[in-house]
């Protein structure tokens, strides 16, 4: 069992001036939001494995920085957003070397051709759109994770849908 | 809500209903954040990572590495368990003794080098893997290699051996060589020791990277027997250099900095001087963790690649990848800048820009 569980304590509290907080255990967070994370990150980045390490990656990064992150949720979340749009510059290198590793795609062939087009979104819009439409989040929550203005988040909305509509209608 | 925006939300909705549960368990990922997996061990699997690439250059056979994401490799462990189709293996290191699936371990006074095990690691291991163990300055990590066909386990052993005694006479020389930077993680990260002529044009021909022929030799500054270089243009244009050296002077220095080319194509020697004066720094540096050993002198950075940290650290200085917050900070904060007589820092850049004033030396 976690042995970090040990460290536990209530969570999202101030305990001094410092703003350090007892973190919450690892395994409330883990359970809470692992699966969120790793689904969300696996819609982004398209690809289950990747997906996982994202997901992995934010935990560590929670881990590293838990006492002073007072909401674990919105910090993770962020974070899976930010290693996603990270994950997408690396795309085009891998794909160039791909043969090198012979490393399996596990992104499967896509059957619904609007997922093909949000696939193909840019990184911004395409998080947006999850964030949107699949986690239903407002425009300020997701201007947050995304740190940009709400306006910006309307403005890569409309810009994705439009662009989906086209697709779509072609 | 429109009804394109309602298909939209359906689409996502669906797929991600569709996506199977997540087989990675609490310990596994706790674990992998606890010893901050994803920082890295990433020279000592490099220096595994060398051993595979002369396995191939020693025509074993095509090997494949497993593992070379580095967020992957604890993980992938457990994740891979019971998928036969995995060639997944793990890597881990000796500071992780409670890993569940823990290896056979190399004695603690293992020299460095390199040594096949002749053990399986573990049930996930491949059939027909070689599993492979960097022993460093402080570390050892595992690697494993998917060997296709049928080579016999003598035949990796005899080509590691040839290579661990090209390294242990310190005929040495490095190249290291990044393919297509700035990508570091996903890259074609090959650092092959004691490598040779031959071997290399194996090497370039076995993993069939793209213009590999234009790594020519060229001719060597005193002090090196043979110094190889890449086109840039295997590289990203203008951003990269390879260099190999091979000769007694350096050990292991692989270079990679744009500083460095630029001055290389200034003076038109084609080649790097022998460094000097450096400055070793070992330091501990945040979420980076783990001793550094970064070495640089007027021409530009250089670095051990025993030191797995200076990795990251390298390529944030150089502006090869772009520093997140945390590494940022962790970076500027640690004692391997803050021990500096002279620090450019350029936030705005994110990239740091290091002056050696003499030998300086921060432990930590």
Redesign the interface.
Known sequence: MSTIATEVSVGNQSSNDSMKFVAESFESVYSRNWQPLYRMATLLVNSRAEGEDLAQEAFTKWYVRRETIQNPDAYLRTVVVNLCKGRYRKRATIGRHAHLFDRPNDAEAVQEPLLDVINRLPPKQKAAVVLRYYEGRGNREIAAILNCRPGTVRSLLSRAMSTMRTEVER | M?A??D???T??????EA????G?A??V??R???H????GRRALRLRAGLAAMSLVAAGVGVV??VG??D??DV?NVA?EQGNP?SSIVATTDEYDPDFRLRPTWLPPDTPKGLYIDSTRVTTQTPPGSAVVWARGEQRASLTAFKVFGDVPRQSLSDALAETQARTAADATGALLWW??QP?L????QLVAQGLLADDLTRLAAQ???DNAAQIQPIDPPPGFTEVYRGSPTVLQPSKSVNIVFVGSAVRIEAVRLEGLAAEMARSGAGYAQPLGPSTVVRGRSG?MGGANTVSWSERGWTYSVQAEDAVTALNVANGLVEA?D?EWNALTTSPMVAGQQSVDIAPQKRTLELFNEGETTVSH
Request: no cysteine; hydrophobic share 35%.
């Open positions: 429109s394109l925006e298909r939209v939300a689409v996502l909705r669906n797929e991600g996506i199977p549960d997540s990675r609490l310990h990922v706790e992998a954040a606890r901050g997996a994803n920082s494949q590495l070379q994401n967020e992957s993980t994740t189709a393919a297509d990508e993680e996903y890259n074609i993993v069939r990277v979420r997140t945390d």
